[in-house]
């Protein structure tokens, strides 16, 4: 059974420190891996999507990467903004099931 | 221009009722999904569809019935409701099962019963 994590589950840091979220899988059979925002109160935005065959991704100020073989991937935030405030969800994709870490929630401070 | 619209966004309700809860897709995409987020924030999966196939049916209990009338809905419909019940219920698309589908989620509905 596949199970994600995602420590820690909260993150304080101020405005303009790149930070780096860590997302950990037990089963290294997937298909993708997808790093969502959740916005209080909001649905899930998808920031980034690695394929298996795939390293990294790269969005703007957002970059995550994927080690299948050791199970983790990383999330990380360059120049972070009080915007980036959020909740930042890890989740894999094995056949058709996406299953998701806790999320780890960040504030950014002014 | 949403491209995943759920109804309603809120839900209040009594213990033992029936009620539903509507998702549509705009963008065109073959398969859709409901998940369901606890007080703890824990999303899960419950169903996917498939082209209006059931493909995925995560241990939920019968009381939980999807119906996809067509390939751009799928609704939830819930007998019986119970406390454990209150939740954020999501929906979800994507293109197709394939490894570079990204899924998009609607904005969720917040059902409460009393």
């Known amino acids: 059974k596949q199970e994600v994590t995602q420590i820690p589950a909260a993150l304080s840091v101020p405005e303009g420190e790149n930070l780096v979220l860590n997302c950990s899988f037990t089963?290294?059979?997937?298909?993708?891996l997808q790093w969502f925002r959740q916005d209080p109160g909001k649905g899930l935005t998808s920031l980034l999507l690695?394929?298996?065959?795939?390293r990294e991704q790269t969005s703007g100020r957002l970059n995550a990467s994927l080690d299948k073989s050791s199970g983790r991937s990383t999330l990380y935030i360059a120049a972070s903004q009080p915007g980036d405030s959020a909740t930042y969800l890890c989740?894999?994709?094995?056949?058709?099931?996406?299953?998701f870490g806790k999320g780890i929630t960040l504030s950014v401070r002014p | 221009d949403t491209a995943v619209s759920q109804t309603p966004k809120y839900l209040v309700t009594q213990m033992g009722n029936d009620k539903s809860i509507k998702c549509e897709q705009n963008?065109?995409?073959?398969?859709m999904y409901w998940y369901k987020q606890d007080s703890k924030k824990f999303l899960k999966i419950m169903f996917s569809?498939?082209?209006?196939?059931?493909?995925i049916n995560e241990t939920v209990p019968n009381r939980f019935s999807p119906k996809s009338p067509d390939k751009a809905h799928l609704n939830l419909h819930i007998n019986s409701l119970e406390l454990g019940d209150s939740a954020v219920y999501f929906c979800?698309?994507?293109?197709?099962?394939?490894?570079?589908?990204?899924?998009?989620f609607g904005p969720g509905t917040r059902l409460t019963v009393l």
């Open positions: 979800a698309s994507s293109q197709q099962l394939g490894v570079a589908d990204t899924q998009y």
């Open positions: 089963d290294s059979a997937i298909y993708n």
């Open positions: 690695i394929q298996s065959s795939q």
């Open positions: 989740a894999v994709r094995a056949n058709s099931k996406l299953t």
């Open positions: 963008l065109g995409h073959d398969t």
């Open positions: 569809y498939n082209n209006k196939e059931l493909i």
